[in-house]
C-alpha cells in the first residue's frame, strides 16, 4: 500500500486563539512574536507525542519503593531544523519542548518574481544518522519551493522523510500536493491549511509576512 502524506490540524483551543491573535492585521510585532512562541509550542507538542519520540524503560527508586518509569531514550539522535528567518519565530516554543534537541540552520531567499527559493546559509552536517528524528520550523507553507529544497538538503544526507515532522502555522494547498508527491512519507503539524495562494504567491487570507510581522520590518 502506497504511503500518503499525513497533516494534522489538531482541534486544540489554544492553537486556535493563538492562531486567531497571528491573523489579525492589528496585532502589535511584540504580541505577534509572542504568539509564535506558544503557536510553536503547542503545535511541537501535537508532533511529538505520537510516539515519534524514542524511549527507553526501566525501574527508579522513589523514596518509598521502586517502581517502573519511562524516559526519552539519550541516544536517540534528534535536531532542529529552523527556516530562516521566519521560522526562527517558533523556536523559543519547540526548544521548550525540546531543551536537547540539536539545532541547523537553513536559511532561503524567494524570488519574488518566479518564487524560487535560494538557499544562502546551510549549516547542516555532511551526514546525518538515518533514525534521526528531524523537526522543521517554517511558519509558511505557501508554494512548497523552500520546503522541498529544505528536505532534498536532509534526505541526501541521509535523514529518513517519515522521521521527519514539519511544524507550520498556516499552510496552503500548493505545498501539500508538491511535498506529496514527493515525500508521502511526511507528517505537518499545521494551525490550519488555508484556501489558496494570491498572484503574489502569499497565503490567503494567512497572516501576512511571518518573518516581517515577529522582527518589526517592512
Known sequence: ????????????????????????????????????????????????????????????????APCPATFIDPEMPLMVVPILRAGLALMEGVQAALPTAAVYH???????????????????PDQIPPHTRVLISEPMLATGGTMMATMAELTKRGVDPSLVRIVSVVTAPPALQKLAEAYPQLVIYAGIIDEGLDENGFIVPGLGDAGDRTFGTN
Open 1 to 64: 500500500m502506497a504511503m500518503q502524506l499525513r497533516i494534522h490540524v489538531p482541534p486544540h483551543p489554544l492553537i486556535k486563539h493563538w492562531l486567531g491573535v497571528l491573523r489579525d492585521a492589528n496585532t502589535p510585532s511584540a504580541v505577534f512574536r509572542s504568539a509564535m512562541t506558544e503557536i510553536g509550542r503547542w503545535l511541537t507538542y501535537e508532533a511529538i507525542r505520537n510516539e515519534w519520540l524514542a524511549t527507553v524503560d526501566t525501574t527508579i527508586e522513589p523514596p518509598l
Open 106 to 124: 537553513l536559511g532561503f531567499v524567494r524570488d519574488e518574481e518566479t518564487l524560487d527559493a535560494t538557499c544562502y546559509l546551510n549549516k547542516l
